[in-house]
């Protein structure tokens, strides 16, 4: 069943102190349009650049994930973007007056508590990716395997081992994404009693305090210890009466430490920005596998959406026009008619194909010894085969013309070269009005994009023309 994409209904705000930098951030969550998505913005600084929330932004995964862009960075993001994933919010701007996103309790639950009841629906469908195959990372160094497995909806099982006596072996599940609030919201950050030095050493933990990380304490701590952290976490006293958690702080679930994983996990899955479906089975996780996984799946959902979205040419089928039909809609001539058939027109969408031969002309001086199809003209096919749309519903298309008006984002991914069957999808963007056509092409060869544009053309009566300009 289709789901529609949601943000928030009004802005609101947070304040807290960023675990590492030690220093206060406000964050303020703003609503966002549909397949907008999630994205930081940096108030503090005087351009206010915009980082998207991506998995291929990411920087430094060193206790915490944090998204760099232009050398502006936002760090520790993963509680907040497993808020929002839980929460399910699609689009959101998330304005920040510091670099690094605050720790508050160490958990999602203050976000998810600030954002739960300000949801509201948009009227654009959640486009949902649907996991076909298994994608499976393994780190054999460290003992991390990460495996995503088709599923109906989203599920997580990660399991820990420390090798720890206090921890032992922990296993946490969430079975659906509805049950983030409860089961894993509140699970707070934690480490072990024998990194804070280390870690306070290295710059981090500037923030750090006994009530938004759980301390894991697997000896007695000695009384010069006892006064070094004391200085660390400014507090009159420290203790721990067994071995255990310090200062004896109680735990939110029996397994806390596994659920906090797995909510790393979930936030630093969300970065891959798609909505998908699949069962997640973590062994070991940390920031480092999970961004490198989110790299992988992500690359993994576009292949198969770009191979998807590739249109099926059977050179069977007979064609909805042939090149005779086509020279009757398209004033274009040799050497300059660039489209062979036409296999599909609807009301917003037509499919063209092209067949590269050695024998273009182009080919002669594009490049001796090195023939390659000039990306110019592929756009130039990309047109003449949206003209085909065009025209063909007009009554006399004998009599028009159609001009490039604009070409805004065109790409080239591939070479294309003799031999190659070029398979051009065109496809309404905007009703055309006045003449005026906008467009989105995408050229394929085989299930392969090779090159992309969003034209703006416009179509002119050639007898109409001529009488403005007899006119003036």
Known sequence: MNTFQQTIRESVSISGIGLHTGQNVTLRFLPAPANHGIKFQRTDIAEK??????????TTVERGTTLEKNGVKVATVEHLMAALFGLQIDNVLVELD????????????PFVELLEKNITELTEVRDVFELRTSVHYVDKENGVEILA??????????????????????????NNVI?????????????????????????????????????IVEKTI???????????FNKPDIDVVKEGILNNLKLNYVNEPARHKLLDVIGDLALIGIPFNANIIS????????????????????????????????????????VEQIKKLLPHRYPFLLIDKVIKVSEKEVIGVKNVTANEHFFEGHFPGNP????????????????????????????????????????????????????????????????????????????KLVAEAELVAQIVNRKKLLEVQTEK
Do not use: W
């Open 149 to 174: 497995l088709p599923s109906d909806h989203y599920r997580v099982t990660t399991m820990i081992d420390y090798k720890s006596e206090i921890l032992g072996q922990q296993h946490a599940s969430l």
């Open 98 to 109: 510091g670099q690094e996103v605050p720790i508050l309790d160490g958990s999602s639950k």
């Open 179 to 215: 049950d983030f609030k409860n089961e894993i919201a509140a699970a707070r950050t934690f480490c072990f009693l024998h990194e804070l030095e280390m870690l306070f050493e290295a710059g981090l933990i500037r923030g750090g305090d006994l009530n938004n990380a759980i301390v």
């Open 49 to 58: 650049p915009i980082i998207p929330a991506d998995c291929d932004l990411v």
């Open 283 to 322: 062994t070991r996780p940390g920031h480092k596998s999970n961004i490198e996984f989110a790299k992988k799946l992500k690359a993994h959902i576009r292949k198969v959406k770009m191979k998807d979205a590739a249109p099926f040419y059977d050179p069977n089928i007979p064609p909805i026009y042939d």
């Open 222 to 232: 000695s009384p010069e210890l006892k006064q070094k952290l004391q200085k660390i």
């Open 372 to 447: 390659v199809m000039p990306g110019v003209l592929q756009i130039e096919a990309m047109a003449q085969t949206g003209g085909v749309l065009i025209l063909s519903n007009v009554p006399d298309p004998e009599n028009y013309d159609t001009y490039f008006l604009k070409i805004d984002k065109a790409k080239f991914k591939q070479k294309v070269v003799p031999g190659d069957t070029l398979i051009f999808k065109l496809e309404l963007v905007a009703p055309v009005r006045r003449g005026l056509v906008e467009m989105k092409g995408s050229a394929f060869v085989g299930d």
